[in-house]
């Protein structure tokens, strides 16, 4: 009988055993969503019908429209392809963003296995409310553009097994080897996510000339028939390399018995419109047509996918037949106009907006109309015009819109400050000039987010175990105090009497390299016997900014031979005594041939710094505060890039040298010296009469300096402003419309 009862005990262990690892492999394939079923037994969950997008939900087909936002592959400290962001990550945000009012998440590449496995099993435990997603595949871009040939071989099989890479990926089939340096994921996808994806967005925007390159070399290339896909007559040769690739992405999936609608992604330069105001030739200069493509035989269908921003190209601003139409406020929108114009150019299929928004950033790239810059907004600002933009998606009868994005992403770079920083640290540290990394919703913030608020209180400075305290001695100061994060330097004066911005200004030149001003009228007679890179003045709101030493402006260095006016010599002189204001490039000077019409240079100033209060639970707050002042306490922050700093984790700043290839060198500094004066009825405080003999020994003054950090950066994740208003705005929107106002009405 023991032998009986041991044995039927190792059965029963070896039973449990084997039923255990046939769960652990089998769980991932044991998905129960609502879908129908093809004659053939292919599953089918969104299809296309018409102009719309439809859900097989409730045993019925129903009407959907795609409230999404765009998710990036990476967080603070990390590039595209490092293995970062957690499964309690994504947990986390996948219910933010349900909760938000979104219900797709749109991905641009093959995501880490963490991703597709932390979907699964969000909504194993949501099967009632799943959490959908757009897979995108990425095209070689690089290689496309270096090559200006999509039919090169090489290019044509790279980009086929990525398409076959993403399917079995996204199934749970397969392991896939990880290239960090190229951002490409990998590891080893067991998890079937494949139920709960909403549809396919195959390629990325395509460079104009590499398609009319395409087009040219191919014009005779045959009609492509695919099994799945084709392309319509009169497609040019790109248009018939994407019909291809679009099959292929078909051809892959129907074997693991799924079929989602396709699209190929495009953006506002390659569509089918023209823009007879945009200055730019290369900007209307070919089409990419997805109605020259069609579903042969694709039960779930065809969608067209579109990246439209209000601020670019630059006919959004300048082009007359594209402020047609006007908004609920009465005002003449061309985004609005041209979401009408595109939406009629594809009468028979559904249209997405698969990129749209604003960044809420100090840096400014691009100008739009109504205020919907590409930066200088603040959270709350930025907010309001996402939801405007959605808004107008959605009410000119759009399938979908997919807000860009859902976290910042301090990697990334953008046309205008790339040549200031370098490019291998940019992950590292918060740059806010760079509007690029600061499309999100969810802030990522620098590392003392938290601990510091500047509102002139003195409190959260006392708590502070890494501030410093900078001995220097000048007129109305009594206290000094510094400390630093990833994104920004911090200062802390105890002043000796209460400031009146509105009769007074505070100055704070800064000293990083040797070489700049040493005189200047703002300095109201003093001298100094090292020169200042950059001067911050605290005063009113119309005059609280930084500024720059004329010949350290770099600005000026970069684009003097591009389409600023002529400099006038005196300013490149070491100690010139000219502070120039702070700029940022917005777009090249436009000439004929390259331009249709001569368009003059054009910058904006960035070195505006906002009184106001950086207290995310204030209802006053303004995330662009940069300082405060209550009483004798005054606090500010300074974005290190208007210091000068390429990359503040390594102390590297950028020097006088002359700029080689369009590229600035950097010197290794040991710090920042503060150099503070009050000017009161423009007088410098302490120094009344003459102007002293001798001059301000700013070599003597204490040095502000840290220790750089190499790869590891402390941040803070927290909803931003427009996280909220975004919140409202997509919980108004429950399905599809049908537009009433077209072009021109």
């Known amino acids: 009988m023991r032998k009986r009862l041991k044995l039927l005990i190792k059965i029963g262990f070896f039973v449990a055993i084997v039923a255990g690892a046939f769960y652990y492999w089998v769980r991932p394939l044991l998905v129960r969503i609502e879908s129908t079923t093809l004659a053939s037994g292919i599953h089918v969950k969104f299809k296309t019908e018409g102009t719309n ?113 993403a399917v079995a990926a996204v199934y749970g089939k397969t392991t896939l080897t990880p290239e960090p340096h190229s951002g490409k994921a990998g590891g080893v996808y067991k998890y079937n996510a494949g139920p709960y994806l909403m549809g396919w967005i195959v390629g990325t925007e395509w460079d104009p000339k590499m398609v009319k390159g395409t087009n040219d070399a191919h014009a005779d290339t045959p009609d492509y ?20 690739m679009v099959d292929t992405a078909a051809q892959t999936e129907v074997q693991y018995g799924w079929q989602h609608p396709m699209a190929f992604a495009n953006w506002v330069t390659t569509d089918p419109i023209a823009h007879p105001g945009e200055p730019l030739v290369e900007e209307d200069l070919v089409s990419v047509d997805p109605t020259h493509i069609e579903a042969a035989d694709w039960e779930a269908g065809y969608f067209a996918s579109y990246h439209v921003y209000p601020y670019y190209p630059d006919f959004f601003a300048f082009d007359k037949s594209f402020q047609e139409m006007t908004n609920s406020k009465g005002e003449p929108d061309s985004y609005l106009t041209y979401l009408n114009k595109l939406k009629a150019a594809h009468p028979n299929i559904p249209v997405m907006v698969t990129e749209y928004g604003v960044p809420a950033s100090l840096g400014v790239a691009h100008l739009g109309t109504l205020g919907r810059d590409q930066g ?16 107008e998606i959605h009410g000119s009868g759009y399938a979908g819109a997919i807000l860009f994005t859902w976290q910042d992403e301090w990697f990334k770079k953008t046309w205008n400050t790339q040549r200031y920083d370098e490019a291998d640290r940019r992950a590292y540290w918060y740059n ?60 802390m004066a105890k002043l000796s009497e209460p400031f009146d911005p509105s009769k007074e200004s505070i ?24 020169g200042l890179e950059t001067l911050i003045q605290l005063s009113d709101d119309k005059k609280s900014r930084m500024t720059i030493a004329s010949n350290y402006d770099i600005h000026a260095r970069l684009y003097e031979r591009s389409g600023l006016p002529d400099i006038d010599p005196k300013e ?112 410098v405080v302490g120094r009344e009469g003459s102007a002293p003999a001798q001059p301000v020994q700013v070599s003597a003054m204490p040095l502000y300096t840290w220790q750089g950090w190499e ?16 919140k409202e705005a997509l919980q108004q929107i429950h399905g599809p419309v049908t537009p009433t106002q077209q072009p021109g009405s």
Not at 82 to 93: F, G, H, T
């Open 53 to 165: 997008v439809e859900e097989y939900t409730n045993e019925a087909w129903q009407p959907y429209f795609a409230k999404g936002i765009n998710m990036g592959a990476t967080i603070p400290g990390h590039f595209p392809g490092e293995l970062a962001i957690s499964q309690d990550d994504y947990a986390r945000w996948f219910g933010m963003i349900q909760d938000m009012g979104a219900n797709v998440i749109r991905v641009y590449t093959i995501m880490m296995p963490e991703f597709y496995e932390a979907l699964a099993k969000y909504n194993m435990k949501h099967q009632k409310d799943p959490l959908f997603f757009l897979q995108g595949i990425w095209s070689p871009e690089e290689q496309l553009i270096e090559g200006q040939d999509a039919f090169d071989p090489k290019i044509k099989s790279k980009f086929e097994q990525e398409i076959k890479d």
């Open 225 to 244: 028939a695919g099994k799945y896909f084709r392309n319509k007559p009169g497609a040019n040769a790109f248009e018939k390399w994407l019909a291809l």
């Open 376 to 391: 200088g907004h603040s959270e709350q600002q930025q907010g309001e015009i996402d939801a405007d933009l959605l808004q």
């Open 432 to 491: 806010t000039l760079t509007n690029e990394s600061f499309f999100g919703v969810l802030g990522m913030f620098p590392g003392k987010d938290e601990a510091i608020h500047i509102d002139g209180d003195a409190a959260d400075w006392n708590k502070l175990k890494d501030k410093k305290k900078l001995d220097v001695q000048a007129p109305g100061f009594e206290e000094i105090w510094a400390t630093h994060d990833e994104g920004y330097l911090y200062v």
């Open 507 to 530: 100055y704070f030149g800064t000293d990083t390299l040797p070489g700049g001003n040493r005189h200047g009228p703002e300095l109201h007679g003093m001298t100094l016997d090292e």
């Open 572 to 683: 490149k002189q070491d100690d010139s005594g000219i502070f120039k204001p702070w700029k940022l490039a917005v777009n090249y000077l436009l000439e004929y041939p390259d331009s249709r019409v001569n368009h003059p240079f054009g910058d904006v100033d960035v070195g505006i710094l906002e009184r106001g209060y950086s207290d995310p639970s204030r209802p006053d707050y303004n995330s662009k505060a940069m300082w405060q002042v209550q009483g004798q306490v005054l606090e500010m922050r300074i974005p290190w890039m208007l210091l000068g700093f390429s990359d503040p984790s390594s102390l590297s700043v950028i020097n006088y040298m002359p700029q080689s290839k369009n590229k600035f060198e950097v010197t290794h500094v040991k710090g920042v010296r503060f150099v503070p004066w009050i000017v009161k009825n423009d007088q």
């Open 711 to 726: 790869d590891k950066v402390n941040y803070v994740e927290r909803p931003k402003q427009s996280y909220y208003i975004m």
